[in-house]
Structure formats: structure tokens, C-alpha cells
């Protein structure tokens, strides 16, 4: 297959918190027409890349294999975690399972210091998964992918990833280093939600109140994804540990991304009500499609 003709999606497979949407406690509104409508279940969020039959999902949590079974997919190789919390490991074992029926090794990525939890909390995964530890750039495919960590807020940290197409990294100046450049380069022979430029784009899915040091890897973007729990969170700040969406237009205005699509969404948010966005924002919905 010739994969140059072929482009890069980003799929959205789910855009709920980490209760997801409705909460099986809760009978508010929201919660109501989710189960009744559907317009606002929201399974947790989990993006895929992909292009033919080449794909990288990111963070596998406990809606995994009804994530697999509405995409039609038996297998996927490559899965990238963002933090070991449950709404985004707990898919792990139903893959180390789908791994010891297929007879296949199982590949997650990510930060050792991530993984490490990930093996302390499930230590049997080894025997079926490889886990890979990065720190600094990585390559996959077309793409140099750069762990960043993140204010998790009241739950200490996560990680953002930025990818950059490898033809575009000549043309870096920040967020990497001329040495970084370099590496990069001699590694290389190794407002339409629907549509966009895909060179440059990044996934934070949990993250809050970023820092002058984070926020370096957030520009220059055409796409950046961002946990967005409320519209606007009346809970104590000190409590919290995702942007609300007022937060993140302000972020919005310093870092400036072509386009800006906002997931793990709580049940406080309705796909009814008309909120008041930014004409490059969009709210994500499971099974919306990026090109680029």
C-alpha cells in the first residue's frame, strides 16, 4: 500500500470524565437524556491516529472494548498512556487478554515513571505487553512525539503529547532545542473540526493551570485537544484538576492554536445547550473525525 496517499485522522472514540456520561449514581438532566437520547453519553476519553491500517491510540481506560467493537477493530498495536489513573489504564487488562487469545504482544508507551505504576498496579501485564519507556522525543510513523508533563492539578501530574509531522521538523525554532532539531533530522531515515492541517497538534486531556515552562510546547499548534470538565467549575480551585472551559479560552488567547477541539467533558456540559465558544473551537463528540 502506498501510504503517501493516504492522510492522518484523529478519532475520537471517547470525551467523557473520568465517570463518564451518564454517571450511574446520577439522575440530573444531563445524565437522563444520555441514558434515554444518547446525544450526551460520553465514554472516557481516548483518542486514535491513524492512517489505513497503521494507528497509535491514546490511553486505553475502561470503555476500551466497546471502543474496539463500535471501530470494528479486533487488534490495535501500539496504545501511548497519558497518566496511570483508572479512567485511562483500566482497558489495560481486557488488551493483555485480547494479547494471550491472539497470541500477540501487547505494546504501551510511555514515561517510565508512568509505566512503573502501571506494572505495580497490574504486575501480570508483562507477561502478555511491552512496555516502553520515553522521556524525550520519540518517533511513530510519520510523527516525533514529545512527552510533556503537566499540572495535573489536585492530582499531580499528568502528560500532554505534542506531535510533529517528521517534514516539518525543519522548519522548528521552539518548543525544541537546535540540538534537539538535530537529533530529530538525523532520525529521519529511522475553525473546521472536520478538516485541518495536521502538522503540529497535541493532546492534553488533563491538565490545568499550565505554567510558562508547559506552555512553551503548546504553541505554533493547528489542532490542540484539551480536558475541559465544566463550563464553568464552582468548585474550590485548590480542589480541582482540569481546566474549565472559561480557563481554557483564556489559555486560548496566549497560546493561540488554528483550531481547538475540547474533551473530557463532565456531566455538567449539554450537546443542547449553545454555548458561548470561540469560532475555532469545537466540542468533541465520540466519532468525530479530524483530517489532515
Known sequence: MNYEEKSWSISFWGTGDSMGVPRVYCDCEVCREAREEGQNRRYRSSVVIERADERLLIDCGPDWTGQMERAGLFWIDDILITHAHQDHI?????????????????????????????????????????????????????????????????????????????????????????????????????????????????????????????????RDLDLLILGTNFYHEQAAYETRSVYDMVEAMELLQDICPKLAIFTHMSHDIDFRTSYELPANVALARTGMRVEG
Open 90 to 218: 483500566a482497558g489495560l487488562p481486557a488488551y493483555a487478554d485480547a494479547c494471550r487469545w491472539l497470541d500477540r504482544q501487547g505494546h504501551v508507551i510511555a514515561p517510565a515513571e508512568v509505566n512503573q505504576l502501571i506494572r505495580t498496579m497490574y504486575p501480570w501485564l508483562e507477561r502478555f505487553i511491552q512496555f516502553e519507556d520515553i522521556e524525550q522525543t520519540w518517533q511513530w510513523r510519520d510523527w516525533f512525539i514529545q512527552p510533556i508533563r503537566v499540572n495535573h492539578g489536585k492530582n499531580g501530574y499528568s502528560y500532554a503529547y505534542r506531535f510533529d509531522r517528521l517534514q516539518a521538523v525543519s522548519k522548528m525554532e521552539e518548543p525544541y532545542s537546535a540540538a534537539e532539531r538535530q537529533e530529530l533530522e538525523g532520525n529521519e531515515d529511522s475553525a473546521n473540526a472536520e478538516s485541518a492541517a495536521l502538522n503540529s497538534w497535541l493532546y492534553a486531556s488533563d491538565a490545568i493551570g499550565l505554567g510558562a515552562q508547559e506552555r512553551q510546547f503548546f
